[in-house]
Structure formats: structure tokens, C-alpha cells
């Protein structure tokens, strides 16, 4: 019964290209939306069909008459015409409108409209299901947007019937092409209200013309043909208004008037509160609208889509999942929603068997740790054999760039050489054919090839990029900073040359700290003397003296132990024939490395008479050159990165 009702109820609703009539029906407590939630979902019928009832060309008709009913209004008021309350919301907030429906255009391309499961059945049958959802929130809450509605809406739609990861996304663009729906519809009964109304002050002002001219007292007036059916009220309305004012002694007959009202069924009063009943009605509902379209924009849709969605809530099963940040969960998201597109299964069906998977490589106690993460078998090394356990059909243009890359090499430097016959083709034919000589072609050939594999490449490498975007690497959000068992050194490998360029990288140094001040990160120069003839040289020691005195007066600055210098001696070098660092730059993060781990036989120097050491338990050393800045938060990025499971690095137990 119920869910015959819900039926009953949509038959009610209007279609988009049809009447005219505002998307509002009985307002909805939220008890009572949920309950409607339920009911929508058991009534609507979903069809295989990728093809469907367009939207954007019904939303520019709505820019179109949008900006119709703005540029009339905006005559009305510069002519000094009344106009309504919501003419003027419509007038002062026209800028909010354009950019709505800029952005329509913009965030629903064609490839991603297709995806969306349609409606079966019904008046908006052909229309994606998420359009039938999102109508019914905008009719039963007039408009208005508020978050613990549309998620509890959602919510209950969901217990009966899941909607995809691709509907969720879509709700907010169809919410804006909802409401660009229903101020279209508002907009053209404010322009025919408006132009009731001035047909009302024409034709008073025409009897008062006319009754100044002709000058008779209590002369008597007909008013003549009603207008169109859609404007009489706002006129009838209008010249009931006029009537009240003072008039050169002109006697205005209403048999018109009344003969309408008589047909009507109803008297002048309720035809005036009817006026008035409509214009407060739909200034609440543009100024709905509009606050909606405000609140849609500032919104935070990726929270909502996480919250909402059984598949993310699938995955919150496994504990690093909520670990990661949000571009990493949403990669995982997406591969799932591709294998969903070319299989039999659902997405949540594929949700669940993943964490099936992972909880079964747990329990069996399996070493290798990217076994035991979702993502292996959703962007990783797995994902090919969990793409045959789900009968995965890849496209044809997925087929082929997996052979390509399969054999890159062969594949790469075939092709530029493909491209460069081809693009050779076409001059040594036109050569040949107008009796070019050998030599002279062979010539021809030897000086074309070069540009033409110049092009070659460089069209290869676009095509490349084209089918090989940059990907995001998967990694842990480290909300509150590095934690103590993935402490990190921020390392400088540098050269003492000068006292000021000791000082500036100090300075630097802090600069890096005050963009990355995570409590388990320490920064460090790791520093030798330049090259010399001779094992010591006379401003050593004062170079070395003014770093340690500087990085001292940090930690006292800051109250801890944050920052280090570790300065290394020279050694000779028979094959440079000097005194230098072992191996420059690679020998002192080599070197470091060792040092971390323990070593006692580094050539780096003692500092105030103690042994070089470092704090324990680092785990991460992320090296940067001299003039290399350091964004904010860059540091809990990077280590995020690494720390992530498909990134850590796997050891070999033999080799």
C-alpha cells in the first residue's frame, strides 16, 4: 500500500519541460522526509539504459528565461515600478545564479551523466535516479537546504536501496539543477505577475489621462477585455490597489471584474488574499533558493559523501583505512567504482570482498603487510587477479594501454619509430614521384628524420601523459603531526665555505622548522669543510665554532633539543689529490645512515668533546639540498607517504 502511494504521489509531479508549477509540496518534518526516504526507494524502478533524458539543455532554457525575468525586473525597478519581495531577491542576487549554473556546466560532463543509473519508469523515467531523490527533498522542504535533512534523507533511502559512489557525488549538482528549476519557475510567475500589474497601471493611468482631458465629474469608465488567463489576478489585483487612490473624478466600472470573479467562484477579497498569499509564498521560495545555493557552495561535499556512503563505511572496517587521507580513500573508492561498471557486482558487493579478503590474510598470518591492505587488491599489485575472481571485463582502451605498459620499453621506441616512417612518408612519396634521383633522396631522408623524430617523440609524450595522468600516492594522514615511532631528521648536506653562509643556513634551518613544527621532527646540517691541500686549514675551527653556537642559541630559542649540526673531518683523497668529506654528498647521508644505526667509526667530529650520536628511534630522513625550501606541512606529507603500507619497502630474505 505504501509503496502504490508513493507511485500515486509522483504522478503528481510535474514534468521539467512541462507546467510551469514551483517544485513545492507539503513541508516534511524530518521524522516524516525519512519515512518519504523509504517509500521513494521501494517505488523506484531502475533501468540498465546509459542513455536518458538530457539536463543541460533544459538548464541553459533556465539561464535563458532566468536572465529574461532578471534583465525585466531590472527594467521594472529602473522605471520606478513596484516589484515583489522575490523580484528583488531575484535582482540583488543574479550574480549567485550565473555562477550555479556555470558551474553545472562545468562539473556534469557528458561520460559522467551516463554512469548514473535512470528511472525505469514514472513521469521522470529516463531522468538519473538521484534527480527523482533530489526532486523530493527540494518539493518537501521548499528549497531549503539544510545538512541533517539531506543526510538523514539519504540515510533512510539507503536502508532500503544503496545508491552508487557516483550518485552521492552527484547529489549537490542536482540540487543545483533543482533549484535553477524551481527559480525558473518562480522567475515566470514574477514576470507575469509584473506584467499584469503593468497592464493594470497602463490602463488606470490611460482613464485618468482621459478623464483630465474631457473633464466630467463622476464620468464612468468600462475597462474593457481581460488579459491572458495568467496575468488577470496580478491585474485584477493591481487595479483593485489603484482604486484606492485618489482620482480626478473618474468613476472606474468593476463589472468586468466581478463577472471573472463570478466565475471564478470566488469575491474580490479572496482574489486579494489569494495575490497576496502567492507573492509571500514565493518570496519564501526564492529566498530559499537562493540561501541553498549560498550553503551548496561553501557545503563540504567530501565529508558528506564519506559520511553517507555504505561503501566507505565498508571500508571503515579495516582500521588503516580511516588512517589515510581523503585523495587516498577516494582512489580506493574510484577503483572500486570501475570494477563495479565492468562486472556483475555491486559496489558494495565488492566492498565487502575486499574486507573479506584482508580479514582472511590476517587470520592467516601472512607476513607480507600490503596483503593485509585493501588497497593491494584495489590499486596495487593485486589488482589484477582480484579483477579475474570478479569476471572484470576491461575496456578496449584499458586493454591496450595495459599492453603498452606491460612492454613499455619495446612498445615506446616502436612507436616513435612508426611515427617517424610516417611522418617521413609523405615528403620522400612526393619526392619520388616527381623523379627525385637516390643520392638526392637519401640526402632528403638523412636531414628529415630528425625533425621528424623530434615530433615524433614529442607527440608520443603527449599521448602518454594523456593516458597516463599523474596519480596520487597513496598515504597516511598524519592529522596530528609525525608520531613518535616515525620520527624523522630533516637533513642539509652542505659545505662550510664562509661565517655568513654558515649563519644562512642555520636561518634556514629554522625557517624549515617554523613551516614543519611537528613535535618527532629534527633538522640537521650535515656539513664538511671545502676542499684543501692539507688536512686542517686556519678558519676551520672558527666556521665549525659559529654553527655549533648557532644551532645551540635554536634549541635554547625553542626549548629543546630540535636541532643538530654533524660535522665531518677531512680524509685524504689519492684520487682528487686533497683533503676532503668521504664521497661529498652521498658519503655524508652514507654515512649519517650508519650513524643512525649505531655506528661508532663515521668521520664525523665530536661536538663539546662528545661523540657524534644521534637521537633513537629515527626512523625516516628526508634529505634536502641547500637552497631547497620546505612548504608547511610538507614534512607529514612526505613521511605520510612513506609510512604507507603499498609504499613501505619489502626485504628480500636471501638477497
Known sequence: MAKRREQRRHSRVDHPGGEETPIRFELFSIERLAQHAVSLAQAQKVTDRKDGQKLIPRVSENARVLLAAYQAVAKAA????????????????????DEQVSNIVVDLPESYYLELPKLADGVLAGYPRVY????????????????????HFVRAYQSIEPLTIGELWAIPITLRILLIENLRRLAVRIMRSQAGRLLADEFVDNIEHISAQIDKSEQSFSAGILPAAPLRQAYAVQILQRLHDPHPGATLSLDFLNDWLNEQGVSIDEIVQREHATQIAGNLTVRNIITSMRAISVFDWSQFVEDVSLVDQCLRAHEGYTAMDFLTRDRYRHAIEDLARRSTYSELEIAHRVIDKVHVISEQSITNERQQEPGHYLIGEGRYAFERELKFQPSFKQRLLRTYVAHAGLAYVGSIGLLTLLLLALPLSVSLAVGISDFHLFLLALFVVFPASDIAVGVMNRFIIGGLPPRHIPRLELKDGVPETLSTFVVVPTLFVNIIGV?????????????????????????DWTDAEQEKMPNDDKLLSTAIAAVSALNAKYAEQRFFVFHRKRLWNPGEGKWMGWERKRGKLHEFNRLLRGATDTSFLPVDGKPAVTPSGVCYVITLDAGTKLPMGVVSQLVGVAAHPLNRPVFDPDT
Not at 529602473?78 to 516589484?83: C, D, R, S, V
Not at 515583489?84 to 545564479?97: Q, R
Not at 644562512?504 to 640537521?524: C, G, T, W
Open 503 to 527: 649563519k644562512e643556513q642555520v636561518e634556514q634551518m629554522e625557517i624549515r622548522y617554523l613551516a614543519n613544527p611537528d613535535s618527532h621532527v629534527r633538522f640537521a646540517l650535515l656539513s
Open 78 to 97: 529602473h522605471e520606478q515600478h513596484a516589484i515583489t519581495p522575490a523580484a528583488e531577491w531575484l535582482l540583488d542576487n543574479f550574480h549567485v545564479i
Open 132 to 151: 527523482g531523490i533530489a526532486w523530493a527533498l527540494v518539493a518537501h522542504t521548499d528549497s531549503r537546504f539544510a545538512t541533517e535533512l539531506l543526510t
